[in-house]
């Protein structure tokens, strides 16, 4: 029987999974099939995981704004998963539904891939945004040995994010110490990166563009980069493994996903 999974948000068109999922699907010779799933409201993503229990799915990588109610939905989960208050991942078993987030396993190999140099141990890192992606950026940051402060529009919502986790709020001063600066939101807040550090990294968790405005006006100063199509590869491969079984073959992907967005490689 095809092995069906795939990927769920809202919007959902834009997402680049089925490629790469596809990718090492063909690679490997599965009997299987990736697609995007796009339920427009929490009702509509609660079915799909209640097809899921009944055995219409293998699992599904969740995206906004959807990764918190993924974790409330799940029969189990992971410590890494309970830590951000959210999950990306979600595999059906037996009836039975078990969460995971695979995110901050991407954003630190997207790190080690992209800016190998940076050490965040015992250095301040700022995480901008207060939703899933930032709750799993900030754990897995933290696990790091970094010192992360939560800067977002809703003081709240950080306020909240910061209690759960054991970080810190911080305003916009902070970003002149910062070591690196992640950003979570779809649209990032105006901030002078003139004020940060000349060795600082960025990393924007987005990928379309692949050079974000945040991320270019980054270059531009001098500062490394790392973009979020390294994160979403870095995630995709513990992903693929817990919905298939099966390490990912080896094959360039990033190259693969370039394509799909039509930039150079």
């Excluded at 940076?118 to 754990?139: F, I, T």
């Excluded at 696990?143 to 977002?152: D, H, I, K, Q, S």
């Amino acid at each position: 029987m095809t092995v069906v999974a795939g990927v769920v948000g809202q919007p959902i068109a834009h997402s680049l999974s089925p490629v790469i999922h596809g990718a090492w699907i063909a690679a490997a010779g599965l009997d299987a099939v990736y697609r995007r799933f796009g339920p427009a409201d929490a009702d509509g993503f609660a079915e799909l995981v209640d097809q899921g229990r009944r055995g219409a799915l293998r699992g599904l990588n969740v995206t906004a704004p959807f990764k918190e109610q993924a974790l409330a939905l799940a029969d189990e989960a992971t410590g890494t998963a309970r830590a951000c208050g959210a999950a990306n991942l979600l595999v059906f078993e037996n009836g039975r539904v078990r969460a995971d987030s695979t995110d901050g396993l991407g954003l630190m190999a997207a790190l080690a891939g992209q800016a190998p140099a940076l050490n965040v141990a015992g250095r301040p890192v700022v995480v901008l945004g207060a939703g899933g992606a930032a709750r799993a950026a900030a754990a897995a940051l933290k696990a790091a040995g970094a010192e992360v402060g939560v800067l977002n529009r809703t003081v709240e919502r950080a306020r909240a994010l910061a209690d759960d986790l054991g970080v810190a709020v911080v305003d916009a001063a902070a970003l002149g110490e910062a070591a690196l600066v992640v950003n979570a939101l779809s649209v990032p807040p105006a901030i002078d990166l003139a004020a940060l550090r000349s060795d600082a990294v960025l990393m924007d968790m987005t990928y379309r563009p692949l050079a974000t405005p945040f991320l270019a006006d980054g270059r531009a100063r001098g500062l490394t980069t790392v973009d979020g199509l390294a994160m979403l590869i870095g995630q995709a491969e513990p992903s693929f493994r817990a919905l298939f079984g099966i390490a990912p073959r080896d094959v360039d992907v990033r190259a693969v996903a370039l394509k799909a967005l039509g930039e150079a490689a």
